[in-house]
Every structure is written in structure tokens, then in C-alpha cells.
């Protein structure tokens, strides 16, 4: 990050128009502000004066934001030309009525360098703006500047790397992380923070000293080759599927058995329920048919794959019923306080079925009758 910094203050110095981009805005914000500070120590920008931009920033006289808004009443410094989302401006003066800003435009196309509209123009809407030393590959796409400068962590896919790769007409960089962004690191202890070594070679930096070079160790493991990490965002693929591929796709799988199953189950739950719950009424003896407690979907269950295997639900239910202890019943009202049978069928109905008790299902339709209002059909046999 150090060295892409370094790239684009080394163009910018030159007049350059020269773009900065990463995946992410967390390292574009952290970029910006790296840059923002060179620029401040090489006295390009003007810290005697500065306004709050989008997350707690801050930005001055000759430094460059980016709008985040469409501001369709600011005339951005041509006419019949308004304020759009993206555009890149450069903080002219900052005034008691607001920020007098300047529109980045083409670049020259005989020399590569930055060019703003002849008029500055006041911009109230500076609050929303990021600083625009960095930005990501979203927000360059459809710009050309004369030197590209990319950050290449090793996550990206190749459409980023495509569209990032592709800004300048002259010239296009990739620094690329040829470690890890957080190595892990198993040495006990406590250790000082990175920041406070790169400040200090930033400090060293601005003094006029040579940068400082890596060195391999256990918080710093030996780096992979820069085309093999290139390699692996190139063969990773980050395009989204088209609406007509969803559609076809869909298409395919709309005869699907397992969709199909899950469909028709989903459906007709409703009506094979109320049919198992008048088959065990009807096996049920008078004084026990009021009511089914709310394990009784459980019941149902076992009579749905009972019927599945080939077996009579009813039959199945009324089998479950006889083969229990004619004095159950009594025991059991007096036990729970209620009369709620069903409760303990399951077990009853599915040791039932495999020995035999229920007779096979004579051919009865699968599919259950759902009521039809407007027949004044309730749906029941």
C-alpha cells in the first residue's frame, strides 16, 4: 500500500491525471488519507482551513473528493452540465458561503495531463464526498485517465482486475500483496503495533531517506510471486448469472421431481390432514372423538408414510387402536385429566404397520380433495 501511495503522489507531482484503485473503500479511505498527508507535507494542499467530508474526513483547499450524490440544480462548471455521481472535484478555496470547487475532466490527450473546467462553482453537497486519491475499480469503471494504478490483494476476480486494469491509456501499474494481509504469527507475547514502524519509515520517507525493504521472518513469511497471485485472481470468476440465464435455469428445473414434490407437499398438507384426522375420528370410539391434542401431527406423519408404503391409513389407524389394552383407555383419562387418545398412537400405528395388522391399500387415489367454496364443497368424503 505503501508503494502504490508512493506511484500516485510520484504522478500526481508531475500533473499527471493519474487514478488510484482498490477492492474496497476500507483501504481507499486509508489510502487517501496516506496521500493526503504527502501531499500536506509537500505543500500541496492547505490544512490552514478544512471541512468535514463522509466519515469524519476532513478536506482542504487542493485536495481532490468525489461526489457521492446526483445534484441535478449544481451546474458543475459547464453548462447544461450538472453534478453527477462520480465526478471528481478539486477544492478550490473554502469560503464563509460554502466549498468553491473545480470538475476533473479528460485528460489532455497530447500530454496525459489533469484538466478542470475553467469555472469553479460553489458545491453545498460536500458533506457526502470521499476523499478521491483512492476509489475502487466500481467507481473508475467508464473513465480513462493516463496512468492506472491498481492495488491487487488476491481476492479480487478477473471482471475487477479487468475493469481496473484498463483506466490508463499510457500506462497501467498493479501492486500486489504478495503476503498475506494478516499473516498469522505464533510468537507469545505482546509486540508494538505495525503502525508505529510505518509511521516511522513514513517519517524517515518524508525526510529524504530511502525506503525501507521488507525482510522475511515469522511475521513476515516469504512472499509468493506477484504473476501467481495475479494468476489466482484470473482464474477466479466473479460475473453474476444474467436474467435470462435465471430464467432459463428456472425453466429447467420447474419439472424436477424434487421441486415438484416439495410443491405438491407444501399444497396439499392442509387437506391430507383434515382427511388423516377424520380417519382416526372415525376409528376413534364416540367418547374419545372431541378433539385431537397438537401431537397429534405426529400421528399424521406415520399415516402418511404408512399410505406411501402401500398401506390403508384408516385401516392402519384402526388397527393401532384394537391392538391396544381395552383398560388404556380408563388409565389414561385418569392419569392426563383429558381424553386425548391420539397422543399415544404413533407408536402403535407404526409397530402396526411393518407386522401386517393393516391391509394393503386397495388402489385409493393419491390425491386429496381440497374444498371448493364456490361448489359448496367442504372438501370432506
Known amino acids: 500500500m505503501d508503494q502504490a501511495a508512493r506511484a500516485y503522489v510520484a504522478s500526481f507531482l508531475v500533473g499527471q491525471d493519474v487514478i488510484l484503485t482498490a477492492a474496497d473503500w476500507a483501504r481507499c479511505r486509508e489510502l487517501s488519507a496516506q496521500i493526503r498527508d504527502d501531499l500536506i507535507h509537500l505543500g500541496l494542499v492547505d490544512v490552514d482551513r478544512s471541512v468535514g467530508i463522509a466519515e469524519d474526513a476532513e478536506a482542504s483547499a487542493g485536495d481532490l473528493i468525489i461526489c457521492r450524490q446526483n445534484e441535478h440544480a449544481v451546474e458543475a462548471g459547464e453548462q447544461g452540465r450538472t453534478l453527477a455521481n462520480g465526478d471528481i472535484l478539486r477544492i478550490e478555496a473554502i469560503t464563509e458561503h460554502g466549498v468553491i470547487v473545480r470538475r476533473l475532466i479528460d485528460p489532455d490527450p497530447a500530454t496525459g495531463q489533469r484538466r478542470f473546467t475553467a469555472q469553479a462553482f460553489l458545491y453545498p453537497g460536500y458533506h457526502t464526498t470521499d476523499l478521491a486519491y483512492a476509489i475502487t475499480g466500481h467507481s473508475a469503471q467508464g473513465g480513462t485517465v493516463h496512468t492506472g494504478i491498481t492495488l491487487v490483494t488476491g481476492n479480487e476476480d478477473r471482471q475487477w482486475l479487468y475493469s481496473a486494469m484498463t483506466r490508463g491509456t499510457e500506462n497501467n501499474m498493479a501492486f500486489v500483496f504478495t503476503t498475506p494481509a494478516k499473516p498469522a504469527d505464533p510468537q507469545p507475547g505482546t509486540r508494538p503495533a505495525p503502525e508505529l514502524d510505518r509511521y516511522e519509515r513514513v517519517r524517515q520517507e518524508q525526510q529524504g531517506s530511502l525506503p525501507a525493504q521488507l525482510v522475511s521472518g515469522p511475521a513476515c513469511p516469504d512472499p509468493q510471486e506477484s504473476a501467481a497471485v495475479l494468476a489466482d485472481v484470473l482464474a477466479r470468476d466473479g460475473s453474476e448469472v444474467s436474467a435470462s440465464e435465471t430464467?432459463?435455469?428456472?425453466?429447467?428445473?420447474?419439472?424436477?421431481?424434487?421441486?415438484?414434490?416439495?410443491?405438491?407437499?407444501?399444497?396439499?398438507?392442509?387437506?391430507?390432514?383434515?382427511?388423516?384426522?377424520?380417519?382416526?375420528?372415525?376409528?376413534?370410539?364416540?367418547?374419545?372423538?372431541?378433539?385431537?391434542?397438537?401431537?397429534?401431527?405426529?400421528?399424521?406423519?406415520?399415516?402418511?408414510?404408512?399410505?406411501?408404503?402401500?398401506?390403508?391409513?384408516?385401516?392402519?389407524?384402526?388397527?393401532?387402536?384394537?391392538?391396544?389394552?381395552?383398560?388404556?383407555?380408563?388409565?389414561?383419562?385418569?392419569?392426563?385429566?383429558?381424553?386425548h387418545p391420539p397422543a399415544r398412537l404413533p407408536a402403535a400405528a407404526a409397530a402396526a404397520a411393518p407386522m401386517g395388522r393393516a391391509r394393503a391399500n386397495p388402489g385409493r387415489p393419491r390425491t386429496p380433495r381440497v374444498p371448493n367454496r364456490d361448489r359448496g364443497d367442504d372438501g370432506r368424503p
Open 247 to 339: 430464467r432459463n435455469r428456472n425453466l429447467s428445473d420447474a419439472d424436477h421431481l424434487g421441486t415438484l414434490n416439495a410443491i405438491w407437499t407444501a399444497e396439499t398438507r392442509d387437506a391430507q390432514d383434515n382427511r388423516y384426522r377424520d380417519l382416526v375420528l372415525a376409528a376413534l370410539p364416540p367418547q374419545y372423538r372431541p378433539g385431537l391434542s397438537h401431537q397429534a401431527k405426529w400421528l399424521f406423519r406415520t399415516l402418511r408414510a404408512a399410505e406411501l408404503a402401500g398401506l390403508d391409513p384408516g385401516e392402519v389407524a384402526r388397527s393401532a387402536i384394537e391392538s391396544r389394552d381395552p383398560g388404556w383407555r380408563q388409565r389414561y383419562s385418569q392419569r392426563r385429566g383429558r381424553t
